[in-house]
C-alpha cells in the first residue's frame, strides 16, 4: 500500500492565483483529514470527510474548499491565494470504528504564497 | 466539544535523561489518546496509544499513562536518545468524532 499521497510536494504561487492540492489514500478509509501547520505551530483542521459525498468544516476554513467524489480521493482548492495561506498541508486519513481510529498522514504540500 | 492541552510546549533534556509530556482533556467521552510524533520537515506518525480501559501501556522506551478520573494521560521516555528529538502531539477522541489534537510539545535532546 502506498498509504496517504500528496501532490505536489513544493508549490510557489503568487497572490491571488489558485491551485488544487491533491491528496488520496488506498487503505478504504472512511474519513479524510486536511490540516495546515504554520512554522513551529502545531495542526489547524481546515475541512473533513466523513464519506464519499460529506463534508464538514473544522477549525480554519475560510479561503478553502473540498470535494469527496471518492473514498480514495479528497482534493483541497484554494482560491485567491493570499500570503496567510502560506504554510504546510497535511492531509490524513483514518478507519473510524471500534479499535481503528489511528490517523496516517501524507508526507505534505509546502505552500509559499508571494 | 473537546479541548485537548498540552504542557510544555518545549522540553529539553540531556541525553539519557527521561522526558514527560502531560496531556488534559475535556470530555470524559473520550476513549482513544494517541500520541504521534513528527520529526523535522517530516509527517506526524503515530508512536504509541492507549484506550481508556487501560492505565498504563508501554513499548521499549517509551510509556503512557492514562489518568481517566483526572482526564488526563503522559508520554513518558526513558533514556532518550538524540534520535528522539522532535514535536510529540497527544489527541483525543471517541468513536466515530473526530480527533483533537494538542498544541504540541518540541523535545530537544542534546548528546
Known amino acids: 500500500n502506498a498509504g496517504v499521497t500528496q501532490t505536489p510536494k513544493f508549490r510557489i504561487l503568487k497572490i491571488g492565483q489558485s491551485m488544487t492540492l491533491q491528496c488520496a489514500q488506498d487503505m478504504n478509509h472512511n474519513y479524510m483529514y486536511w490540516y495546515r501547520q504554520d512554522p513551529g505551530m502545531g495542526l489547524k483542521l481546515i475541512y473533513y470527510?466523513?464519506?464519499?459525498?460529506?463534508?464538514d468544516k473544522g477549525e480554519v476554513p475560510n479561503g478553502y474548499n473540498v470535494s469527496r467524489s471518492t473514498t480514495e480521493d479528497f482534493p483541497l482548492r484554494l482560491e485567491l491565494a493570499a500570503p496567510s495561506q502560506t504554510s504546510v498541508y497535511f492531509c490524513a486519513s483514518s478507519y473510524l470504528a471500534a479499535d481503528e481510529e489511528t490517523q496516517y498522514f501524507g508526507p505534505g504540500t509546502r505552500l509559499l504564497v508571494l | 466539544g473537546e479541548n485537548v492541552e498540552q504542557h510544555p510546549s518545549t522540553l529539553s533534556v540531556q541525553e539519557g535523561d527521561s522526558a514527560v509530556i502531560k496531556c488534559t482533556y475535556s470530555?470524559?467521552?473520550?476513549?482513544?489518546f494517541p500520541w504521534y510524533k513528527q520529526e523535522l520537515g517530516k509527517r506526524p506518525q503515530l508512536i504509541i496509544d492507549i484506550r481508556s480501559n487501560v492505565g498504563e501501556k508501554k513499548d521499549q522506551r517509551i510509556a503512557v499513562t492514562l489518568n481517566k478520573t483526572a482526564k488526563h494521560f503522559s508520554l513518558h521516555i526513558t533514556e532518550t536518545q538524540p534520535e528522539d528529538s522532535a514535536v510529540y502531539f497527544c489527541?483525543?477522541?471517541?468513536?466515530?468524532?473526530?480527533?483533537?489534537f494538542g498544541r504540541g510539545t518540541s523535545l530537544i535532546v542534546h548528546p
Open positions: 489527541a483525543a477522541s471517541r468513536g466515530s468524532y473526530i480527533p483533537t
Open positions: 470530555d470524559s467521552a473520550s476513549n482513544y
Open positions: 470527510s466523513v464519506g464519499a459525498g460529506i463534508t
